[in-house]
Nanobody, 124 residues
Framework: QVQLVESGGGLVQAGGSLRLSCATSGRTVSSYVMGWFRQAPGKGREFLAAMSWGGGSTYYADSVKGRFTISRDNAKNPVYLQMNSLKPEDTAVYYC?????????????????WGQGTQVTVSS
């Protein structure tokens, strides 16, 4: 089992920045692919970014490319989502997730573990 806990959400003005963290515990995640998703009220869960834990390859949705960055410092540290130039439409609950390979990165059904989510609210 893998446990994921997000933190770092909050209220920010449009144009501001936030950094979300996803702490991992339980079974080693060294071979997992980590992803970030979000879900706005009344909408489906949307893929944002993913990275391979070992190789450092990163993948982004077009909607956040250039504004959001997924990263980690080393195998023991959380996975981060740096969010810059935030817009009111970025308001959502943000989730981290883990899966075992790089296939179907955009598909929520392909992920094995999920965190509980953290709320991000961007005011205009």
């Amino acid at each position: 089992q893998v446990q994921l806990v997000e933190s770092g959400g909050g209220l920010v003005q449009a144009g501001g920045s936030l950094r979300l963290s996803c702490a991992t515990s339980g079974r080693t995640v060294s071979s997992y692919v980590m992803g970030w998703f979000r879900q706005a009220p009344g909408k489906g869960r949307e893929f944002l970014a993913a990275m391979s834990w070992g190789g450092g390859s990163t993948y982004y949705a077009d909607s956040v490319k250039g504004r959001f960055t997924i990263s980690r410092d080393n195998a023991k540290n959380p996975v981060y989502l740096q969010m810059n130039s935030l817009k009111p439409e970025d308001t959502a609950v943000y989730y981290c997730a883990a899966k075992r390979d790089l296939s179907r990165l955009y598909d929520i059904r392909a992920y094995d573990y999920w965190g509980q989510g953290t709320q991000v609210t961007v005011s205009s």
